[in-house]
């Protein structure tokens, strides 16, 4: 297996991670000026994407709380209307570097649509919004908080036995090092375990490949995975994202690939102010991609953490498909051998994409 300690990665690894410090270091954290200081009601649009199982709540309920003694803060996404079901499994954002947490806004809504409790923290430093592993464990201590006293804000509403997370760019690479189990710079500071109740993760424009053009071989050991890019992603190459999929062995794993969308599909605006910005502009309506995306998260969610069978049934009937919006491809748990972590089945990269 390839190690990822390399002092050298792909962008998105520690070469993109060092490059993209030294450009911001003199800089701060951003700030949103989308982030309200008040709750808010999103109600989430009804329109439906091809060939998924969308959204069945139509009004999430946002708040924006204070956490880690009071330095941090974090945006709490739970589905309202119509009438819903308490308590409901958590999903826990990782942002991408230097990304507002408010950027996702409309991406955690329509996740939370599907029936989740999900929460966005803003894990800032004096560089700016990196995450680490132990990101979500700070989310997770303030979850515990929330939800055990009797007048916390969470108090019944959320099932800490049942967790997804989900990562984009620098965070998808902490959710990768996280389910992967090992230690490494920068997104582990020191050393973690990987929470009792994860279930599964979804990542968007997100891989662990060093320059050397080798992949990790994730053991996902039971979890479920899921990876998605946008063919147009300048940032995180798509090439290794595939690669690193198909090495992945021991759990259910899902690849989408959304066509014309570029590495901030996702993100409330395209290229969100102190990120490194995507030089390809995307083919795709943003609303569209966000709703294309969460949707697939969200069916994905639903099966390997809510434990939904007709979401299984779905993705189980899925397999692999093809149409104008995406492409996707599904395997079922199973036990596999371990594959060489530099996998060369994709001969010719020109040809790699779907």
């Keep these: 297996m390839a190690s990822i300690r390399s002092p050298s990665f792909r962008t998105c690894g520690v070469l993109g991670t060092l490059i993209l410090i030294a450009l911001h270091a003199l800089t701060g954290c951003e700030t949103s000026s989308i982030d309200p200081t008040t709750s808010l009601e999103i109600q989430v649009p009804s329109e439906e994407s091809i060939g998924l199982g969308t959204a069945t709540i139509e ?35 990782l942002q991408g570097a230097r990304v507002h947490k408010s950027y996702y806004s409309n991406y955690c809504a329509r996740i939370a649509a599907h029936g989740f409790v999900v ?19 700070e989310v997770l201590a303030y979850l515990e908080a929330e939800s055990d006293e009797p007048d916390g804000r969470l108090f019944g509403v959320v099932d800490m036995t049942r967790l997804g997370i989900v990562g984009h760019s620098f965070g998808g690479a902490t959710v990768l090092t996280l389910a992967q189990g090992d230690c ?29 053009g080798d992949v990790i071989s994730i053991d996902a050991r039971g979890l479920a995975i899921q990876m998605m890019f946008g063919d147009l992603d300048s940032v995180a190459d798509p090439y290794d994202t595939r690669r690193m999929f198909e090495a992945g062995r021991n759990g259910a794993k899902q690849l989408i690939a959304l066509k014309g969308a570029n590495h901030f599909a996702i993100t409330d605006i395209n290229n969100p102010p102190g990120t490194i910005a995507d ?10 991609s966000i709703a294309l995306a969460a949707d697939w998260v969200g069916m994905f969610m639903r099966a390997h953490v809510a434990g939904d069978a007709d ?31 530099n996998v060369t089945d994709f001969a010719d990269r020109e040809t790699a994409s779907p």
């Design 311 to 341: 979401a299984i049934s779905y993705l189980q009937a899925s397999g692999t498909q093809e149409s104008e919006q995406f492409y996707t491809s599904y395997t079922p748990f199973q036990i596999q051998p371990t594959p060489q972590a």
């Design 119 to 137: 929460l966005a923290a803003n894990h800032d430093s004096t560089l700016g919004y990196f995450t680490a592993t132990s990101s979500v464990d």
């Design 184 to 212: 490494n710079f920068p997104f582990c500071p020191v050393p973690f375990e990987k929470p009792a109740s994860l279930r599964a993760i979804a990542v968007y424009g997100s891989h662990l490949a060093d320059l050397a």
């Design 279 to 288: 030089s390809n502009s995307p083919l795709i309506k943003q609303q569209a």
């Design 59 to 93: 009004i999430v309920h946002r708040t924006t709380d204070n956490f880690q003694n009071g330095s941090s803060a974090i945006d709490v996404y739970i589905p309202t209307a119509p009438q819903t079901e308490f308590p409901m499994p958590v999903v826990i954002l």
